[in-house]
Nanobody, 121 residues
Framework: QVQLVESGGGLVQPGGSLRLSCAAS????????MGWYRQAPGAQRELVAT???????NYADSVKGRFTISRDNVKNTVYLQMNSLKPADTAVYYC???????????????WGQGTQVTVSS
């Protein structure tokens, strides 16, 4: 079984920063893309940022220049550095990873439990 455990959410004032972490553990052969998604109340889940196994990032237009995604392939961990936070960034943030558990198995998308980020004065 595979688990994704997120940490780093919380309450921050507008203009502040937070760093989210997500560690994958369990039966892992390889990890392809990893990423972050978010869901605000009453809204659909949306992509925030993804990063390939080759460290190529992709960002939603709304966070470009403010957020930075990175990963540590030794620790099976993905990070999201969030700067210049705005109230519109308030949401539950979910980690996602595309993982192959065994060399002969297909890949599968796993999700973390979500971490709340609230930007408010």
């Amino acid at each position: 079984q595979v688990q994704l455990v997120e940490s780093g959410g919380g309450l921050v004032q507008p203009g502040g920063s937070l760093r989210l972490s997500c560690a994958a553990s369990g039966r892992i052969f390889s990890i392809n893309a990893m990423g972050w998604y978010r869901q605000a109340p009453g809204a659909q889940r949306e992509l925030v940022a993804t990063i390939t196994s080759g460290d190529n990032p992709n960002y939603a237009d709304s966070v470009k220049g403010r957020f930075t995604i990175s990963r540590d392939n030794v620790k099976n961990t993905v990070y999201l550095q969030m700067n210049s936070l705005k109230p519109a960034d308030t949401a539950v943030y979910y980690c996602n990873a595309n993982i192959r558990s065994r060399s002969y198995m297909s890949t599968f998308d796993y999700w973390g439990q979500g971490t709340q980020v609230t930007v408010s004065s």
